[in-house]
C-alpha cells in the first residue's frame, strides 16, 4: 500500500471552488479514494486548515469534515519532530514555515515511508523528494 502525504494546500483547495487549483486537487481525490492509497496528514497541516478564512463558513468546516471522513486518513503527530524543525528554522538556512519544516522531517522519516507527496509548494520539497525519491503530485499542473 501506498502512503500519501498531504498539505494544507491539497486539503484547502479540494474545499474551495473559487481556488485556482481546485479541479486538480478534486481529480486527485479521486485517484487517491479509486486506488484506496493511505492518506496521511501532520496535525500542524490540520491546525493550517482549519485556521484559514473560509472555515468560518459552517458549510465548508462540514465539507473538510466529511472528506476527511471518506479518505480516513492517519493522523501524524508531530511531536518527535517539533524539536527538529525548530532548530531548522532557527538556522535559517531556507525560508520555510515550521509546518513545511515538519513536513520536511517527516519526508526525512524511515520509520514512515511515503511514496507521495500532495501540494502546491513544489519548489518547497522538491529537493527532498528528488534526493528520497518521493513522486510528488503538484497541484499546480
Known sequence: ??????????????????????????????????????????????YEI????FVRNRRNKEKIYKLLKKLSPLYIDDKEYRELALQEILKGKRALSLVDKIIR?????????????????????????????????SLQE
Do not use: G
Open 50 to 53: 482549519f485556521r484559514t478564512r
Open 105 to 137: 522531517c517527516i519526508l526525512y522519516d524511515k520509520n514512515l515511508p511515503i511514496h507521495i507527496l500532495v501540494t502546491a509548494d513544489i519548489s518547497d520539497f522538491q529537493d527532498i523528494c528528488r534526493q528520497l525519491s518521493i513522486e510528488i503530485w
Open 1 to 46: 500500500m501506498f502512503n500519501i502525504l498531504t498539505d494544507a494546500s491539497f486539503w484547502i483547495a479540494l474545499v474551495d471552488p473559487k481556488d485556482q487549483y481546485h479541479n486538480q486537487a478534486k481529480n486527485f481525490a479521486e485517484e487517491i479514494y479509486n486506488l484506496k492509497i493511505k492518506v496521511l496528514i501532520p496535525w500542524p497541516v490540520l
